[in-house]
């Protein structure tokens, strides 16, 4: 998820702590500290160069893991917002009065955003729980089909050793008659045998 709205943000704060005394001098310290923690930490920071504040990664098929990430935009959101509420109070002072209109504008506008996304997070917790009750039915289903499997292969062995038996049974049987015909084709009173 971008966060332009942090971005916007950002702007505004710097605005305000160069209205501020040694506002410029905070702001590159606050830059640098910034930056120097997310070269430790995100050895990387593509997305923060374009302007996008990086999230993830998220698993969009994990219901978990959207919510967190969720719940970290959130979160993150409101930082911004406890952030941007106390630089206002330390400027206030030297604003004039379209600028904080403009400022209360913006903040009001970040406000909804973040309570539409305060909004669907109930929504993602009910898809959770629907996207829960389908996986168990599935698994239900599969672990049923396993012993559908299991017997079908049981019925299929022992239908086979029948038919086995049955042909060993007749190829014993054909042997026994050879035997006993051409036993009785050997006996004493036959002409052919002498």
């Known amino acids: 998820m971008s966060l332009n709205v942090s971005a916007s943000l950002l702007d505004k704060a710097q605005t305000v702590l160069h209205h501020v005394p040694f506002g410029d001098r905070l702001l590159d310290a606050i830059g640098k500290v910034k930056d120097g923690v997310k070269q430790l930490v995100i050895p990387g920071m593509l997305f923060e160069e374009l302007g996008f504040t990086y999230l993830g990664p998220v698993d969009g098929h994990c219901i978990e893991s959207l919510q967190e990430a969720i719940r970290q935009r959130v979160q993150h959101e409101e930082q911004i917002r406890q952030v941007e509420a106390r630089m206002w109070l330390l400027a206030s002072a030297g604003l004039d009065p379209q600028e904080w209109q403009r400022r ?90 002498h």
């Not at 009910?126 to 698994?139: F, G, K």
């Not at 599969?142 to 012993?147: G, I, V, Y």
């Open 104 to 193: 209360e504008l913006a903040l009001q506008a970040l406000h909804a955003r973040l309570q539409t996304l305060q909004d669907a997070l109930p929504l993602l917790l009910e898809q959770e729980a629907e996207a829960r009750a389908v996986y168990l039915q599935a698994r239900q289903e599969r672990e049923a089909l396993t012993r559908l499997h299991l017997r079908a292969h049981e019925h299929y062995q022992t239908e086979l050793r029948r038919a086995l038996q049955n042909e060993l049974d007749e190829v014993v049987a054909l042997a026994y008659q050879r035997t006993v015909s051409e036993g009785s084709s050997e006996s004493p009173g036959n002409p052919s045998s």
